[in-house]
């Protein structure tokens, strides 16, 4: 991979107003972390739980192998680490900034819609028999055969949020960005058979499969709880990844200049100009290396610089049209005037 060092965009440099541009971005997500926190004080909805129900949920209760405050910890201040390390490399702000609100982005999105089905779907948990009667005396209604709870009304709201899996999709929203982010960075679709990419690719993605089944083994949650949330997750991952930054594989990024401060003509970094469309396209290996707003950020830099050529470009051409009708006006009028005279005396006489 040719060693590319994108031109210096630091907080100091760019902060301000990049932040200012995505102010909106950042209120947004406010109001996520806002929105999920209302929904987790909701009561679920209480389905109907029978007597002749309870096998599949009389599991025992035990504890949480991954505890929930570690998940944020791993799902995004850990990644939020590798990006800080990568802009302290290459320090390209665009990337650090897309990189830490696209994966918040990935997580409360997907912590707003995992926590609004489990309110909609209230399924039971696993150890539900024992969160709804701690005393292993089970108790129904004689007329529906339903449960009577007697036992802390938290554990039992608590049994009714099993799907789906919420350590399970914040996991694969978190590690998930993380794989696409990584793949674009080291190119791990270069076409160049390097299956070691692969692998470190992979790796989140094991991680997060691994908190998966630790929520069955506790018997926090069915096997389709996790399923779900984890095709929740990194289907959210994805799309979050892609709204910031170009497919891994992607072949070529399309910018309507030439950025200035990478080499036009090394080895797997060319760039060539259409005339049709009046855009610049890069052919690379991997084109996640960069965010789609560093290629718009060039683009206006671009503008910006040819605005004044352009300008004088256009007044001379003015120029050279006003002089070329005042020449063609005065030769109309200095050979129409004899004729338009003697037509005049033709018409006195």
Excluded at 282 to 308: C, D, I, K, N
């Amino acid at each position: 991979m040719a060693d590319i060092q994108l031109a210096a965009h630091t907080v100091k440099s760019h902060g301000k107003q990049l932040l200012r541009t995505h102010m909106h971005d950042w209120i947004i997500l406010v109001l996520l972390a806002v929105i999920d926190g209302l929904l987790n004080l909701i009561e679920p909805f209480h389905r109907f739980v029978g007597r002749d129900m309870m096998t599949d949920i009389s599991y025992p209760m035990k504890g949480n192998t991954v505890p929930f405050l570690a998940v944020p910890v791993y799902a995004i201040v850990f990644p939020v680490i590798i990006f800080t390390m990568r802009y302290f490399r290459r320090r390209d702000l665009y990337d650090l900034h897309h990189a830490i609100l696209g994966v918040l982005y990935s997580v409360l999105i997907t912590a707003v819609v995992t926590d609004a089905i489990k309110d909609a779907v209230g399924r039971p948990r696993p150890d539900f028999f024992w969160r709804c009667f701690p005393d292993g005396k089970a108790v129904y209604d004689p007329v529906t055969t339903e449960v009577i709870c007697h036992g802390d009304k938290k554990v039992i709201k608590e049994g009714h949020k099993s799907f789906p899996s919420g350590h399970t999709s914040w996991s694969f929203a978190g590690l998930g960005f993380l794989a696409w982010y990584i793949s674009g960075k080291i190119q791990a679709f270069d076409r160049r058979g390097h299956v070691a990419k692969l692998c470190v690719v992979f790796l989140p993605i094991l991680c997060a499969a691994l908190v998966a089944i630790s929520r069955v083994d506790d018997y926090w949650h069915h096997w389709q709880d996790v399923f779900t949330g984890g095709s929740i997750g990194l289907v959210i991952a994805s799309f979050c990844y892609l709204q910031f930054f170009p497919l891994p594989y992607e072949l070529e990024v399309r910018t309507s200049c030439p950025p200035r401060g990478l080499p036009g003509a090394q080895e797997n970094y060319a760039w060539t100009s259409s005339e049709k469309s009046n855009a610049w396209t890069v052919a690379t290996p991997s084109s996640g290396w960069g965010p789609h707003a560093y290629f718009l950020m060039l683009a206006e830099m671009q503008r910006e610089s040819q605005a004044p050529t352009r300008m004088n470009s256009l007044r001379g051409v003015a120029q050279e049209v006003r002089t070329v009708r005042e020449q063609q006006d005065g030769v109309d009028m200095g050979d129409e005037s004899p004729e338009l005279e003697e037509m005049e005396k033709g018409r006195r006489l």
